[in-house]
Every structure is written in C-alpha cells, then in structure tokens.
C-alpha cells in the first residue's frame, strides 16, 4: 500500500485509533494494493470500529475479498473470506493471512540484480498465483475515489468496506465472534462465467454462491 501516505485533508479528527496502530500503518507496508485517500481513510475507520489488533492479517484478507469477490453479495464475499482462512488453517498451506493470499513463485527484479543482495526485490510470476488478482500483471489500486477531484465512486467504496467488514467478523472481530463458514470447508473455488478450470474434476463440489464454485 506504499506506506499509506495520507492526502494533508486526513487528520487526527478522522482516525482515532492509538498511535501505535497509526505508525504501523504508515510505516510498514501492509498488504499489496495502493489505496486512494478515501480507501485510507475506510481502512482507518474500520480500523476503529472493530479495535483490530492484528491489521496486517485483516489488509490481506480484505485486499482478497475485494478483488476476488468486489462485486458480490455479503454472504459471496463471506465466502471468499472463509475459503482463504479454511487455507490458513489446513496444512497444505501457509499459516498466515498474506502468505496464504500472496502464495506463489517470485522472481527478482532485473534492477536489484545489478546491485548488493541485500536489497533484493522480488515480484510474484505472472499468472502463477493462488489467486490471480496478485499476479495478473495489473495494477492493485483500490479506487474508492477519482484522485483528482476526490470525488467519491460509490460502488468501489462500498464495495471496500464491506470487505473490510467481512474481514473483521472473519477474523472474530465485532458482534460476529466467529463467522459461519458458507462453504462448508471449501479451500478451492473458481468463476464459473468465466472458465471452466481442468483441475475443478479433481475436487468434490460442495456449492455454488453469486458467481463461485466451491470445492474441497
């Protein structure tokens, strides 16, 4: 989120959470999309709302549900949240929200190649991702407004903090102490307008919701 530089119209009155969750926020960078100043400041909120202590996990998560699910229903991006911490929880997997959705090969930039090891950058293989909004060779930008007017896109916001919603009842934050798996233990799923994956007859199919197939 390249440090969560906020627009000078953001202050203090805004984002009340401690400090200490306010620096780790600007100062490490916490998922892999760039947010807009009002992507920000939604994140911010929620931030406070729910009293996250763990905002690394609840960025990856919600950046997952966002992008694999921005234009479903509440329950289809429930459904979304609860594949990607079925994954968390099964062994086959990484342990953690980030590594789970930023799973994949990496390769380092050709620029860092040139210079000391130290400072390596590495970027996910093209189209080689669990899930393939990390790796698409697209830009991860959450646009909840224009950047140049500050004009609000309503849907992309909402869209947002819905996500974010989700992502805190999904890690038990809130009134939903632990959130309902609508997918009964599903740990693949995929847009069936969209592809017809070969490796999809290889799982038992469990259920579909908005535009996914579920599977285990």
Not at 78 to 83: E, G, K, L, S
Not at 173 to 188: E, H, K, Q, S, W
Request: include cysteine; charged fraction near 25%; glycine fraction near 6%.
């Amino acid at each position: 989120m390249n440090k969560f530089m906020l627009a000078t119209m953001v202050g203090a009155a805004i984002y009340t959470a401690s400090p200490a969750k306010t620096d780790m926020v600007y100062e490490q960078k916490l998922g892999a999309a760039e947010l807009t100043g009002q992507a920000q400041m939604i994140l911010f909120d929620k931030i406070n709302e729910f009293k996250v202590d763990n905002v690394s996990d609840l960025v990856c998560l919600a950046e997952n549900i966002y992008f694999e699910s921005r234009a479903e229903s509440i329950e289809g991006k429930a459904a979304v949240a609860n594949v990607t911490r079925n994954r968390v929880k099964d062994k086959r997997w990484p342990e953690t929200y980030c590594q789970v959705v930023q799973q994949g090969p990496k390769r380092e930039s050709w620029k860092t190649k040139q210079t000391p090891e130290d400072d390596a950058v590495y970027y996910p293989i093209k189209h080689r991702c669990q899930f393939s909004w990390y790796c698409d060779g697209k830009a991860d930008k959450i646009w909840a407004n224009k950047e140049k007017t500050g004009v609000t896109i309503e849907s992309n916001a909402k869209a947002w903090a819905d996500s974010l919603t989700v992502a805190a009842w999904t890690l038990g934050y809130g009134n939903y102490i632990d959130l309902r798996d609508n997918t009964d233990g599903a740990v693949f799923y995929y847009n069936h307008n969209l592809v017809n994956p070969s490796w999809a007859g290889s799982y038992t199919y469990i259920t579909t919701i908005g535009n996914h197939t579920f599977l285990r």
